[in-house]
Structure formats: structure tokens, C-alpha cells
């Protein structure tokens, strides 16, 4: 994917995306020592940087493909991004979500016009659910990362964050899917300048980290994390991208997660949900290393559950 490409993409969904606020709190930049610059998607439509990948997705399906619709399986913030999306592009979503998905998610689904589909707490049988609608009503079937017109639209979030602090020394991203880190750091190699890029991810779920290290797409066999929205895994399209891309991935205890987030609900006064708060965790983990640099932070969503605050 080249740097036209990303340039292009982020012309095309400007007109369906927020261009998010980025913050700055000087006692946190005491604290770590260094210059951060939080570029806030949780203000993003829908509440995370996932519209950005399911608007460009939607965007580029030929008029047939659009007609009949698109699917997706997703827990949590892609089921309410595609959601969004479509209906802002007069496009049906099937949104494949497991029974055990909090009730407000499901609820935010619906409320963006997604039609849902519940099945069994499974990956076998979101897929299978998924298959079934791609076959029964001709659905066009997009991943929630692993898919390269989703991972250039999420690269968007970073671009404008270049756009406004070019002389940033890393930008730093918690790991999922990998949809988020690979697009940044496209973005960071081609509108940085020698701006690298690193990944926050929990211990509980470091599939991310021994990929990297083992050179093969690794798996989780638990998935026992706050950061829900961190729980699934790399894919053959975004994986070759942080390898190439990818400077290192930190891993953070659950404790780290639960104090960064902390922090960034008093001193920045905005919501973030376990996931963002992880790329700030990771920056605690690396003091030493990001002493003095600037530091572009993606807040990558702020769809928390208030009645289940961990603090």
C-alpha cells in the first residue's frame, strides 16, 4: 500500500469523519518525561477509530456489491462502525455478534440501523453465521482488520495526527486485530519524518509480541484481559506490514492498563475505554527509551461500560 493510496483514502471519507481533537497534559508529560500528543478518536463517530476503515471499506465495493449489502462479525466497536457506515452510505449491514456481546453494544447496533445476527460465543460460528449471510442474501463480507481497505482508513487517524505534529519521534498504538498499528504505521513511514512506530499490547493476549518475535501469526489460547477490544488476533494482510513497520511491541500487566486509564479520565478529563488506555501503559513500560521525544498516543475508542468501571 502506497502513500497515494493513504492519501486518497483519507480524501474520499473526510466528508463521513470527524478530523479528532488532539490533546495534550503537562503533568503526564512530567510524569513520563516526554512531550505527548493524544490524538483522541474516542470524539470519532460511533466512539472509536473504527469508522474510519468501515466507511473507506464500504466505499470502494462496485454498485452491485453495495446492493447487496455487507456483512461482518464483530463483539464490539467494527459491528458499530459498519453499522454506522452503511447507513450513512444507504448500504444494509448484518452485523454478526456472539450472544455473550454487552447489551449496549448490541443496542448501539441496532440503533445505527445494523441488522443483528447472534450467535454462539464462538470464532467458529461467528464465521459460520457470516458464510451463511455471504450465501443466503449476497452480502459482501469485510474483516475487521485484516482487509487492506479497512487497515488504510484506520492509517487516516495517524496522517492527520502527522499533519498537525510532523516532527514526531513515535507514534504509539495499542494491538488488536492489528488494523490500527499497521495502518499508522504506514502512515508514520510515509508523511514522518524517521517517525517509528510501537504497539502496546496486555500480557493476557500477546499474540501480537511473539508473532513479531517468532516470525509466524501466533494465537491466544485466553483471552483474559480488561482490554476487550484487544482480544483478537493478526492477519496475512496487516501482519506483513508490522513486520516491516513495526519498531516493537511492549506488553502491559492488567494493573498497568487499569492505572493508565486512570490517569487519562482525571488529567484529560475525557472517556477512554481499557484498549487506548494501553498504548499510554506501554509508554510508562518504556521511559527510559521515550526520554525527551515527542510522542503521537492514539486513543483509539472510548465505548466503556460506566457500570463496570475497573476504578
Known amino acids: 500500500m502506497d502513500k497515494q493510496q493513504l492519501i486518497d483514502c483519507h480524501e ?10 488532539v490533546l495534550t497534559s503537562r503533568l503526564i508529560n512530567k510524569i513520563v518525561g516526554a512531550h505527548l500528543y493524544f490524538k483522541c478518536e474516542n470524539f470519532q463517530r460511533m466512539g ?40 450513512s452510505l444507504g448500504v444494509k449491514a448484518y452485523i454478526v455478534m456472539p450472544s455473550s456481546a454487552p447489551e449496549v453494544k448490541k443496542e448501539a447496533v441496532r440503533s445505527y440501523g445494523g441488522i443483528l445476527i447472534e450467535c454462539e460465543p464462538t470464532l467458529e460460528a461467528r464465521e459460520r453465521e457470516s458464510e451463511r449471510i455471504v450465501k443466503e442474501k449476497g452480502a459482501t463480507f469485510i474483516h475487521p482488520s485484516n482487509d487492506d481497505h479497512v487497515i488504510l482508513g484506520q492509517g487516516t487517524a495517524c496522517k492527520e495526527l502527522l499533519e498537525l505534529h ?28 524517521d517517525c517509528k512506530t510501537i504497539g502496546g499490547e496486555p500480557f493476557e493476549v500477546d499474540d501480537a509480541y511473539r508473532s513479531l518475535h517468532s516470525g509466524k501469526i501466533e494465537t491466544n489460547t485466553s483471552t483474559n484481559t480488561i482490554a476487550d477490544g484487544l482480544k483478537t488476533q493478526l ?77
Not at 474520499?12 to 481533537?21: A, D
Not at 462496485?62 to 456483512?71: D, I, R, W, Y
Request: some cysteine; charged content about 20%; overall charge positive.
Open 166 to 193: 510532523p516532527d514526531l519521534d513515535y507514534v504509539i498504538t495499542p494491538v488488536g486485530g492489528g488494523g490500527l498499528i499497521a495502518g499508522s504505521a504506514l502512515a508514520a513511514h510515509y508523511f514522518g519524518n
Open 12 to 21: 474520499r471519507i473526510k466528508p463521513f469523519i470527524h478530523n479528532t481533537p
Open 48 to 87: 472509536a477509530f473504527k469508522m474510519r476503515g468501515a466507511v473507506n471499506a464500504i466505499m470502494q465495493l462496485t454498485k452491485e456489491q453495495k446492493q447487496g449489502g455487507v456483512v461482518t462479525h464483530s463483539s464490539g466497536n467494527f459491528a458499530q462502525a459498519l453499522s454506522l457506515s452503511a447507513l
Open 235 to 311: 492477519g496475512d494482510r496487516n501482519f506483513p506490514i508490522i513486520q516491516k513497520h513495526v519498531d516493537e511491541i511492549v506488553r502491559v500487566t492488567e494493573e498497568e492498563i487499569v492505572s493508565a486509564m486512570q490517569l487519562i479520565w482525571e488529567r484529560l478529563k475525557i472517556v477512554c475505554e481499557p484498549s487506548s488506555a494501553v498504548a499510554l501503559a506501554a509508554i510508562f513500560k518504556r521511559k527510559e527509551k521515550l526520554s525527551n521525544k515527542k510522542i503521537g498516543v492514539l486513543i483509539s475508542g472510548g465505548n466503556v461500560d460506566l457500570s463496570a468501571l475497573p476504578f
